[in-house]
């Protein structure tokens, strides 16, 4: 079958009326009992059509909510750069340039190659200021660029430990192993 599926309505016709409450149980639009003229066909018709109608309404209110909260979803941006204070200065860190991200007390700390940078924030705060799609958080204290994991291990009691390409040893901790599973499916 080709193209959308049209929606179905389904009209019983029959002479035997003890079938009436089974055909209403599967849905039925009507139930039309024998004999009967083209006046009572009529407005089984005009039912079926009307019904139909509403559903294909409520169907494409549906498909509009869900393309206006994936449209929203897709609007939601993330910044690019991140402005670093540090010994009397103040960096931009690109963010696509961030290895991973510990947590540090009241702080994070950024890690950037070999340099690392503190940016006073709690790691919540940067969770929701990184693009999902590019970050993981991969254990309470540790956020990872996801381009920068060479390969994961499975480690003791469903935890994992992460190498990244440039060597250094992470946990993800089994507690972030769903955040794992959806990035597989996709929905990362």
């Given at each position: 079958?080709?193209?959308?599926?049209?929606?179905?309505?389904?009209?019983?016709?029959t002479a035997y009326d003890q079938y009436a409450v089974k055909a209403f149980d599967v849905h039925a639009?009507?139930?039309?009992?024998?004999?009967?003229?083209?006046?009572?066909?009529?407005?089984?018709?005009t039912r079926a059509k009307e019904k139909l109608s509403r559903r294909s309404v409520d169907e494409m209110g549906d498909r509009l909510h869900t393309l206006l909260r994936q449209m929203e979803d897709a609007r939601t941006t993330y910044p690019d750069w991140l402005l670093v204070k540090g010994e009397g200065k103040s960096y931009f860190v690109?963010?696509?340039?961030?290895d991973w991200v510990e947590s540090s007390r009241n702080n994070v700390k950024l890690h950037v190659g070999a340099a690392v940078h503190t940016l006073h924030e709690t790691t919540a705060n940067i969770e929701r200021r990184l693009d999902p799609r590019r970050f993981l958080r991969v254990h309470r204290s540790t956020i990872v660029n996801i381009e920068r994991i060479k390969d994961l291990q499975p480690w003791f009691n469903g935890e994992y430990v992460l190498t990244l390409r440039d060597g250094t040893e992470l946990t993800m901790s089994a507690t972030y192993k769903e955040k794992l599973k959806e990035f597989r499916s996709g929905r990362g």
């Open positions: 079958m080709c193209g959308p599926r049209q929606p179905r309505a389904v009209v019983f016709v639009l009507d139930y039309i009992l024998k004999p009967f003229g083209k006046e009572r066909i009529r407005e089984a018709l690109k963010i696509s340039e961030v």
